[in-house]
Structure formats: C-alpha cells, structure tokens
C-alpha cells in the first residue's frame, strides 16, 4: 500500500508491546500468539513491527483471507485493550535476521472509548518527553540565572562592605588626625598664652627701664644710662623673637583650623555616605539571622563555619536571636524558639543544657550554666511586655524557680555558675538581677524582690574591687572581664552604680587601659586593616598578644551609648559628646570586621560577625575562640543591638 495512507499515523516515541493472533474469517486463531511493538498509531489503526512473522500470513492477509486479533498494553494500564483488525499496508525490513514485518492495520472492531485512550497516550507520550526538556532547559536556565544573580548580589555585598571598611578606615584615620589636630590647637593656644604673658613681663621691664634710664639722664649719669639702654635693646631683642614666634604660632594655628575644618567636612560626608551603608550592613546580618534559624527545631546555628561546633545552637545564642526577632517584632521566628525550650528541649541537672543540636533537637552540650536560662527567661519575658501572649510564662517561672533553688544553696546571696558548681561569675549574677526585677515586676512575688536584693548586695561588697575600682570576674577573683564592665552599665546605669558606691568614669577607665587593644586584621576580602576594640581580659595577663571580643566591643559601645544619654539628660554635653563619639568609633570598627556569605534562597546575600579577630585563642575565662572566619550569633547578635542602640536590660 502506499505512502498516503501511512501518513495518517502519528509517530509514538514511546514503544508499547502488542501481542497479536491472526484469524480466519470465522474468527478462529490459525497462529500461535505473536509478540510485537507498536511503531505508529493513529485513531483507525497502528503500525507494529514483529520479528520472524511467516511470509505465509503475509499472503493470507494481503489477500483478505485473515484478519488480526490485537492486544494493546498501553503502560499503566492494567488490562490489555482488545481490537480486531485487518492489513492496511506492509513491509519488509532490509535485514535478514531476525525476519522484520512492518504491519499497517486498521481497526475494524475497537471499543470507541478505549480507542480514546490510545490516542490519549499517544499524544501525551508525544508532547511529555518534550515539555520535560523544556521543563529541564528552563530549570538549567533558571539555575544558571539563579547563579549568576548570587554572584551578583554577593559581588554587591561584597562591594558594599568594601566601602563600609574604606570608609570606617578614613573615618578613623580622619578622627585620630582630627584629635592631634585638636591636641595641637591646645598646646600652641597654651604657648600663645605663655608668650602672651612673657611679652607683657617684657614690655613691662623694657617700660621700667625706659623709667629709670630717663631718670639717669636727668642725673647725667651716662654709665648707668648706657647699661640701662643696653639692656632695653637686649629686651627688645627678646620681645621680637617672641613676636615672631607669636606670628609663626598664629600661622599654625590657622593653618590647623583651616585643615580642622576641611577634615569636619570630609567627615560629615563620610558619615552621611556609611549611614546609608549601616543600613545595608544591618540588613545584611538580619538575613544572616534569618537564614541561621533551623526550620526543624526553630534554633539558631550558634557558628556557620566552624568544625568543632557543627549544627551547635547555644541557649544563650537562641536568647539572643529571640530578642532581635522580637525587635524586628517577627514574633514568629522569637515563637519557634521559645517552643523548642517549652515543649522539645531536654533538661540536665534541672536547667537547660548550654546548647542544643539545632537539626536533631538532641542536647549537644550537656554542660549546664546559670546564665543562658537567664537570658532565655529575659527573652520570654520580653516576649510577653512586647506582644501580651503569656503562654511562656510558666517556661520563665520554671527558670525564676530553679534559680532561686541555686541561689537557697550557695549561702552568700550570690547565684552560682550552675547546678553542683561553687564558683561565682559577676556577669551572671548582674543578668539574674535584671531578670528577678522584672520577673517581681510581673508577679508581684517578694521572693524574687528578696532575691534581687540579695544579689545586688552580694555585688556591691564581693562583686566590686574597691581597691581596683573596677568589678571582680567572681567571688575572691580580681581578674578584668570586660563584659562585667560593659554589662554594669547597661543593667545598673550610672546613676545606680553611684548610689551602690562604684564609680563609672573608673569602670570604663579601667577597661580602656587594661582590655582595649589594636589588632591588624585580614578581612574578607584579603585586606590587612587596622582595628581597635576590647579584648576579654587584660592580654599582658595572659602573655599573648590582643584579640578583638566582637560581641564585648558590642557590649561597650552600649554601655557608651547608656553614658551618652545620661550625661545628655544631665546638660553635661561636654562628657555626653564624648561618650557618643566613643561608641561611634567602637561601631566602625566593629564595621571593618563582617563577612558575607553567598548561597540562594533564604541564605543569598547574607552577612556578620565573627566571635573574635583570632581562631583558637585564650579568652582567659576558660574556653578558646572559635574560628575567625566562622560567622558568630552571640557577636552579630550583639552588634545589631548596637546599630539599633538597644539595651537588652532595660524594660
């Protein structure tokens, strides 16, 4: 038969099998069953090849003296579809063996219905494998799109920071030129005014001499006379050098305020152009925070890049990050948090463990402290203040509780370190302080009042050095922690450290002299910078060199920012002014130190801090630095709260 009839089938690019009988015209098989595949189908027929097929009912056939029996198995369909048909067209394929029939039959009895479903399959086989490839070219061309928008958006950031670290360098170097300049102008305002004077003393002198020399020539005494002139003119000698140095030092001066105030301008569009980039920066960490947060338990990966702490969520990172959240007022994201602890967390010895696996929810630390379900419970309160939802609060009473229980058994008021532990640390028992006063704010409860007071008198007569003026790291140890510092001053505030005896000028002078530092620094993009901030202690103490604690250096530059608005409220703008430009320096610095990371979805464009500028290194309070270029919670935690000028315990 010809080809006008065969172009009637559709190609069929997936291959089903057909099983055939050939019939005489009675109906009746005269073949044994025959295995095939179809090759084309159309709505009246299908073309199937079959090996080794008789040339005999090839004839028979051809010659209409047999008809086919046909049974269809279409894939995924449970049953064979049945059909009658007869020989349209046939043909022999070129190759010898195996012996290869081309069959074109049409139907002659087909259920309408199933001959639907045929052809259902057949356009459908026709029209998936394309709109997969489709499906696959645009998923790669979506990936690469995906790809290159990260390396854009991550080559932005990249840049962003960049300019935040160009600019946070001038800043400080226009600053530190600024302060000398500042100096200078003092020191030659002085010689002006010591010459000022040495010129009047002259002119004095020169005027009594000229009296006295006047009075000489009345006597005519020329010897006197001529002494007297002599030491006029070596006078007016005097007073001419003095004049000079006057117009050199007026020179000076001008020139330093000419230069003064070229570098004010050039600061004041620094500042206005790294306004618009701590912005950015900001947004930056958020996402790092976001992107940080498992979907599994609600936790925050305490490190992003470091193998010694994989999937470890700390309880006093997860505070930390809740009270972001509940700045951000993403109460969700605070919620997820705060269920893992009410509902999921295991406890040990009573408490919280000091971390948790933020995938598997398993404990991963079974150490337990006092201090992280401190912060855990001035979170959850925090949570009720901002959204009036309670149901944490029973969580928060367990704490307050169990605190109280560790507090009954150390004896001297203080709140130990933890369960079966005797040692005392100053910053927690600051923190729990905070917490009992707001959680008797909440209930009313005097034992938590009593608690407190017992606390604070616990340090002001253990926890303060008043020989050092400075605060004590525990019970009978004087070693420096700046956080203790830092910590003091946004619990108490000055006017409270004052009336407790403790002077907060000497605090802060305390850790200016033993515990700040200037480290250089490779920064994210290979770069060796210049950066100063506070260390963990006194580094001399510890015979090694200085390291940056990001998350303290946050913490100072509240309490920078807390002495800022006291002095402010004061009208001391003086001490008020300096305090602010402390604080602002500090967060420059601090600026010099992010790091960006790249990924897509949730994770694109994401940015933070690192725990401290060295990997491995002492703190001096027991545990070492994790890895510089792991992105740390507890610091970008930390730091936002400094940018947003947040002071976690006030009310």
């Not at 449970?78 to 067209?89: C, E």
């Not at 600024?178 to 040495?198: F, P, S, W, Y």
């Not at 530059?557 to 320096?585: S, T």
């Not at 740390?632 to 009310?651: D, R, V």
Request: with cysteine.
């Amino acid at each position: 038969m010809g080809a006008p009839e065969r172009r009637k089938y559709v190609r069929l690019n997936k291959i089903f099998p057909v099983e055939l009988k050939i019939l005489d015209l009675h109906k009746k098989p005269i073949s044994d069953l025959l295995q095939g595949f179809t090759r084309d189908v159309s709505f009246e027929g299908v073309c199937v090849e079959i090996n080794n097929f008789p040339d005999g009912y090839v004839e028979l056939l051809q010659k209409k003296k047999a008809q086919v029996a046909l049974f269809l198995n279409i894939p995924f369909k449970k049953d064979s579809i049945k059909a009658v048909g007869r020989l349209a067209w046939s043909k022999k394929t070129a190759t010898p063996y195996p012996r290869s029939y081309l069959l074109g039959l049409a139907y002659d009895v087909i259920d309408r219905e199933e001959q639907k479903r045929i052809m259902h399959y057949a356009k459908i086989s026709t029209i998936v494998p394309r709109a997969l490839t489709f499906c696959a070219a645009f998923l790669l061309l979506f990936l690469f799109y995906l790809f290159i928008l990260n390396v854009k958006l991550t080559h932005s950031n990249r840049f962003l920071v960049h300019q935040l670290t160009e600019l946070s360098e001038e800043r400080s170097c226009i600053t530190e030129q600024l302060d000398k300049i500042a100096t200078e102008k003092v020191i030659i305002g002085n010689m002006l005014q010591r010459g000022t004077n040495e010129r009047r003393i002259l002119m004095e002198k020169i005027k009594m001499l000229e009296n006295e020399k006047d009075i000489e020539e009345q006597k005519q005494n020329i010897i006197e006379v001529e002494k007297l002139a002599s030491e006029c003119k070596g006078l007016h000698k005097q007073l001419n050098v003095l004049l000079k140095e006057k117009a050199f030092m007026e020179e000076k001066l001008k020139h330093y305020t000419y230069s003064q105030e070229s570098l004010k301008t050039k600061l004041a569009q620094i500042v206005g152009e790294r306004i618009m980039l701590q912005d950015k920066t900001l947004n930056l960490m958020r996402r790092w925070l976001y992107s940080a947060q498992s979907s599994k338990t609600g936790l925050v990966v305490s490190y992003d890049n470091d193998s010694t702490c994989v999937d470890a969520g700390f309880t006093y990172d997860q505070a930390l990050s809740a009270l972001n959240f509940i700045q951000f007022q993403d109460y969700e994201k605070a919620a997820a948090i705060f269920d893992f602890y009410q509902e999921k967390a295991k406890k040990v010895k009573g408490g919280f463990a000091n971390a948790y696996d933020v995938i598997t929810g398993r404990v991963s630390e079974y150490i337990v402290h006092s201090g992280p379900s401190i912060y855990l419970g001035v979170a959850m309160v925090e949570y009720a203040d901002k959204t009036g939802d309670k149901q944490y609060l029973s969580t928060v009473y367990e704490i307050g509780n169990w605190l109280l229980a560790l507090q009954e058994g150390s004896g001297n008021g203080a709140l130990p370190g933890g369960p079966q532990l005797d040692w005392v640390s100053t910053e927690q028992n600051i923190a729990v302080f905070i917490f009992f006063q707001r959680l008797y704010t909440l209930t009313r409860d005097k034992r938590y009042a009593v608690a407190g007071r017992r606390i604070l008198g616990w340090i002001k007569n253990h926890g303060y050095n008043r020989a050092l003026k400075r605060l004590n790291r525990g019970s009978d140890d004087p070693m420096i922690a700046t956080d203790t510092i830092a910590l003091s001053i946004m619990a108490f505030g000055p006017k409270q450290l004052h009336s407790m005896g403790i002077d907060v000028n000497a605090l802060v002078s305390s850790a200016e002299e033993h515990c700040k530092v200037t480290v250089r620094y490779r920064n994210a993009f290979g770069k060796l910078v210049t950066v100063t901030g506070y260390d963990f202690c006194s580094p001399t103490s510890l015979g090694r060199e200085g390291v940056i604690s990001v998350e303290w250096t946050a913490q100072m530059v509240i309490a920078y920012q807390q002495l800022n608005m006291f002095y402010a409220e004061r009208g001391d703008e003086d001490k008020a002014q300096w305090y602010a430009h402390k604080a602002d320096f500090y967060l420059g610095e601090l600026e010099k130190l992010v790091l960006i990371r790249s990924g897509i979805g949730k994770k694109k464009g994401s940015g933070g801090l690192p725990y401290a500028t060295s990997s491995k290194v002492s703190t001096g309070h027991g545990w070492f630095t994790p890895n510089s270029a792991s992105i740390s919670a507890a610091a970008t935690n930390f730091a936002i709260f400094a940018k947003q000028e947040y002071n976690i315990f006030s009310e």
